[in-house]
C-alpha cells in the first residue's frame, strides 16, 4: 500500500500537473475542448468498447452455460412425465394403515403402534406472532400414533407476550394428549441452525428415528408422516423425504404470483431432476423428513451459513446418503408477501450457498465416496450456473452492459444472447406454471431487480464478509389464520402504514435512474430501439425502490 501511495504521489500526480500546466492551460478555450474529446476518444476505443466488448463475450458465454443446464433438466423432465415415472417405483413403498390417536381410543392404540417408528417433528420459531397457532396445530394433528411420535416446538422468540402465548397453545395441546414439548434457550446462537441443534440434544430425542421439520408457517396434511415416513423404513440407502411447497397466499398480488412460477420451477424441476437422477439437491429447511442416522453421520445442523439445509444436506450426500423429493405430497405454506421480506429472504438464498461453496469445494473435489460426473453436477450445475451464474447475467448483462452499450453502438451484442436464448430459458421455467404466462414480463422484469440483491448477496458469500452470516427471518403475515375465526384472540397491535422514507431503497432507485437515462440517450441519440426495454426495466428499478411492490407492510 505505501508502495502504491508513492507511485500516485512521486510519478503520476506531478504527471498530471504537468500535463495541465503545460498542455490544457496554455490552449484557447476551443483548442481545450478539442483536446480533451481526442482524450475521451483515446479512452473510449482503447479501454471502454474493448472493455464492454470482452464483457458481453463473457455474458454470452454464461447465457449458454445456463441454456445447457434449464435444457438437461428439461430432457429429464419430460422423461419422467413421459414414461410415468413415480418414486413408489423405484423405491420400497408399503403404506402403513392411518391409526387414530383420540384419548378415547388410547388403549387400542397402544396395541396397533408396535410397527410405528418413533418420529420427532421441530417447528422452529422466532417470534410468530400471527402463525404460531397454524403450524402447532397442523403439527398435533398429524394421524400418527400418540406414543409414536413428539412435536417440539423450539422458541427462539425474544418478546415476552408472543413466548407466552407459544406455551400457552402447547400446554393446551398436551391437555388434549398431545406428547409436545415447549423447548427454549438462554441465546440464538446460530439462529435456525443452532436451535436445531439443540432440540436434539434433549434426552427424549434417542428414542427417535426419524425427524420431521415444519417452519412456522408450514401446515402439513394429517396423512404426511404416512405418506413420507414408509420411504425410510423400507429404503435404508435414504436420508431425507422432501415434500412440494403449496402457497396458501400465491393470489395475494402479482409480486407473490410471480414468487410462485419461480418455485414452482425450483420443485417440478430442479428438485425433480436432482432426486431422479441421483445427482443432488437440497432439503428445503422444512416440509421434509430426515433419518437421525444420516443428520448425525453428516455432522449434524452447523451454522456457518445462513443456509443450514443445504450445508447438512451436501455433508449427507458426500457420506453416499440419497434424497427423495415426492412431488405429489404438498403441505402448505406463506409467501413473503412484501418487498422488503422478500429482499432479505433473496440475500439469505443467494449468500448462503456461494459462501458454502467457497468453504466446500475442495470437500467436494477430494471426496471419494460420489463419481466424478456428480461432482460435476453438484460443482456445475447446481452452485456455477443455477445459484451464481443465473443471477450474475440477469444483473450484469441485462441491467448494467446492454444498457451502457447503448451509449456505445459501435459494440455489438448479439441477438442470440440477448433475446433469443434468453427467452428460450424463460420459456423452459415458465413452463411448470402455464396458468401464469401472462406474468412472464412482469416476471422477467422483477427476476431482474432482485438479481442484483443476489449478485450483492453472493459477492458477500463468496468473499466471506461482513454480512454473510447475517440472518433476518422472513416475515409472515399470517393471511390465513387473520381470515379465521379465532383470530381475534390475537393481541394484533393497532398499526399505520409504512411511511414513505421507510420504505425507500436507493440501489434500485440508482439503477433505475441509470436506466432511464440510457433508455433516454438510446430514444434521442442512438435509436437503437433498446429504449422501449430500458424503461420497462427502469420503471421496474423505480417501482421497487420506492416500496410500490407487493403489500405495503403494517408500521407499528
Known amino acids: 500500500m505505501e508502495g502504491f501511495r508513492k507511485m500516485v504521489f512521486d510519478d503520476w500526480a506531478p504527471l498530471i500537473t504537468s500535463f495541465v500546466h503545460e498542455t490544457l492551460l496554455k490552449l484557447t478555450k476551443d483548442e481545450a475542448i478539442q483536446e480533451l474529446g481526442l482524450t475521451w476518444n483515446v479512452i473510449r476505443s482503447s479501454i471502454i ?70 418420529v420427532l417433528v421441530q417447528i422452529p420459531m422466532y417470534n410468530e406472532r400471527k402463525v404460531y397457532k397454524l403450524s402447532i396445530g397442523a403439527a398435533c394433528r398429524l394421524s400418527w400414533p400418540s406414543n409414536r411420535i413428539i412435536v417440539q416446538v423450539l422458541d ?37 441452525a443452532g436451535g436445531l441443534k439443540e432440540g436434539l440434544k434433549h434426552s427424549y430425542v434417542k428414542e427417535c428415528e426419524f425427524v420431521a421439520i415444519f417452519d412456522a408457517d408450514f401446515q402439513p396434511d394429517p396423512d404426511y408422516l404416512h405418506r413420507t415416513v414408509p420411504y425410510l423404513i423400507h429404503n435404508q440407502e435414504i436420508g431425507l423425504v422432501q415434500a412440494q411447497w403449496e402457497y396458501t397466499n400465491s393470489h395475494e398480488c402479482i409480486m407473490t404470483r410471480i414468487q410462485e412460477l419461480s418455485l414452482n420451477f425450483h420443485f417440478k424441476v430442479e428438485q425433480e431432476v436432482g432426486s431422479y437422477a441421483y445427482a443432488f439437491f437440497s432439503f428445503n429447511g422444512t416440509a421434509g423428513v430426515w433419518r437421525l442416522t444420516a443428520i448425525n453421520e453428516a455432522g449434524g445442523w452447523n451454522p456457518r451459513t445462513t443456509t443450514e439445509d443445504l450445508d447438512l444436506s451436501l455433508r449427507a450426500s458426500l457420506r453416499g446418503w440419497k434424497f427423495v423429493y415426492v412431488s405429489d405430497i404438498k403441505v402448505k405454506c406463506e409467501l413473503p408477501s412484501t418487498y422488503k421480506a422478500l429482499r432479505y429472504q433473496q440475500h439469505r438464498w443467494s449468500c448462503g450457498p456461494a459462501n458454502l461453496f467457497r468453504k466446500m469445494v475442495m470437500d467436494i473435489i477430494r471426496n471419494k465416496r460420489i463419481s466424478f460426473w456428480r461432482k460435476i453436477y453438484v460443482i456445475y450445475n447446481f452452485f456455477l450456473a443455477r445459484k451464481m451464474v443465473t443471477h450474475i447475467i440477469s444483473f450484469t448483462f441485462f441491467c448494467v452492459i446492454i444498457p451502457m452499450c447503448v451509449m456505445f453502438p459501435e459494440v455489438d451484442i448479439p441477438k442470440w444472447s440477448a433475446v433469443y436464448i434468453p427467452t428460450t430459458i424463460m420459456l423452459l421455467n415458465i413452463i411448470e406454471t402455464p396458468r401464469s404466462i401472462h406474468l412472464l414480463v412482469f416476471w422477467i422484469l422483477l427476476e431482474n431487480v432482485l438479481s442484483m440483491t443476489r449478485i450483492k448477496a453472493i459477492y458477500i458469500g463468496l468473499l466471506d464478509r461482513k454480512r454473510a452470516n447475517e440472518w433476518v427471518v422472513t416475515e409472515k403475515l399470517g393471511e390465513a389464520l387473520l381470515i379465521s375465526e379465532d383470530s381475534n384472540s390475537l393481541p394484533i397491535k393497532a398499526s399505520r402504514k409504512l411511511p414513505l422514507l421507510e420504505r425507500i431503497y436507493l440501489m434500485e432507485l440508482c439503477t433505475g435512474t441509470f436506466l432511464f437515462f440510457c433508455a433516454f440517450y438510446d430514444l434521442v441519440i442512438t435509436k437503437s430501439g433498446k429504449y422501449i426495454y430500458l424503461y420497462l426495466q427502469g420503471g421496474a428499478f423505480l417501482i421497487c425502490g420506492l416500496g410500490y411492490v407487493g403489500t405495503q407492510p403494517p408500521y407499528d
Open 49 to 118: 468498447v474493448p472493455g464492454l466488448t470482452v464483457s458481453v463475450y463473457l455474458c454470452s458465454v454464461m447465457v449458454v452455460m445456463v441454456l445447457f443446464e434449464r435444457l438437461y433438466m428439461s430432457v429429464i423432465v419430460y422423461y419422467m412425465m413421459l414414461s410415468g415415472f413415480k418414486p413408489e417405483k423405484r423405491y420400497k413403498f408399503e403404506a402403513i394403515n392411518p391409526v387414530e390417536h383420540n384419548v378415547e381410543e388410547q388403549g387400542e392404540v397402544q396395541k396397533c403402534s408396535s410397527d410405528y417408528p418413533m
Open 156 to 192: 427462539d422468540s425474544t418478546d415476552p407476550l408472543i413466548k407466552d402465548l407459544v406455551q400457552i397453545e402447547c400446554q393446551r395441546w398436551e391437555n388434549e394428549g398431545i406428547n409436545i414439548k415447549y423447548e427454549t434457550r438462554a441465546n440464538r446462537n446460530g439462529y435456525k
